[in-house]
């Protein structure tokens, strides 16, 4: 089916699939697993009615398609455009001799940044290993050309000793920030009103580094463009440990708040992130 999906790619326009998926959509809405949690997320977080937080979800589901189909069309070979307001931050960093934490989230397509931006530090990316040969195979011929290194979630936490390794030797340690994998340590921040558990191992790793943690959100706002928004902390120095930890948190958990409000049908969240 993917591969079938790629070679489509080559010989159809990305908006001939994405009218396919429209149509597609309200299958997922009626039986996907994800409706009630994300129309709660519009009805209570974001404050919509009834009638436009339903609307919501349908445009959250269609967004997700395409991103979804982006990623094919890359493994197709399409170019997408991506604008870069603040690549000052990225350029920065790569050019100091240490290395950084660079942290992602569900929101947008950050797997089309490691396609597009080539980095002159290598990046380590921490990807979940379940994914088909397909998918593993077309990512690896593409990361290759931008100088990006996989990581796969591991049962044995093996990851977090590459991702460490990697921060020694002056590189990028890229991992998502809103989502658990292997540890279950959590640091709770204010997201959207209330408190919410996030993992505390990427905001760990870089007080244990030193390093400072530069969040990367790439969304998309046409059908070959992409936006990707950059900020840069450092934790306060003289703090405590726990504290330095708690200073980065709060500061992702802001910025991604900041950015889905923004964006709020880019947020592919399909579970209550508050419980």
């Known amino acids: 089916m993917q591969r079938t999906l790629i070679r489509l790619f080559r010989v159809l326009p990305l908006g001939v699939l994405y009218g396919c998926m429209a149509l597609v959509v ?82 947008g397509c950050y797997e089309m940044v490691g396609y597009t931006l080539h980095s002159p530090k290598r990046l380590n ?31 044995d936490l093996s990851h977090v000793f590459l991702l460490n390794n990697a921060l020694a030797d002056g590189e990028i340690a890229s991992l998502p920030g ?46 070959r463009d992409y936006k990707v928004l950059l900020d840069v902390e450092n934790a306060p120095e003289g703090a405590s440990k726990q504290e330095k930890i708690q200073f980065l948190a709060d500061a992702y958990a802001a910025r991604l708040e900041e950015v889905v409000r923004l964006y709020p049908d880019q947020w592919y969240n399909f579970y209550d992130f508050w419980k």
């Open 178 to 223: 809103d989502r658990m994998f292997g540890s279950q340590k959590t640091v709770e921040c204010l997201f959207f009103g209330e408190k919410a558990k996030f993992p505390a191992g990427p905001f760990l790793l870089a007080v244990q580094r030193g390093v400072p943690v530069l969040t990367v959100f790439a969304m998309k706002e046409g059908r």
């Open 26 to 107: 309200p299958f997922y809405m009626l039986f996907g697993k994800g409706f009630r949690a994300s129309y709660r997320f519009f009805r209570q977080r974001m404050g919509y009615g009834a009638l436009k937080s339903f609307w919501r979800v349908y445009r959250n589901e269609y967004a997700f398609g395409k991103v979804v189909l982006d990623r094919f069309a890359a493994f197709a070979g399409k170019q997408f455009r991506m604008n870069v307001p603040r690549m000052d931050l990225f350029d920065r960093l790569c050019e100091a001799p240490g290395g950084f934490v660079q942290l992602s989230s569900h929101v």
């Open 125 to 155: 990316a921490l990807v979940y290993g379940g994914e088909t040969a397909t998918v593993m195979e077309n990512r690896a011929h593409l990361f290759g050309q931008t100088n990006v290194r996989m990581v796969p979630v591991s049962e």
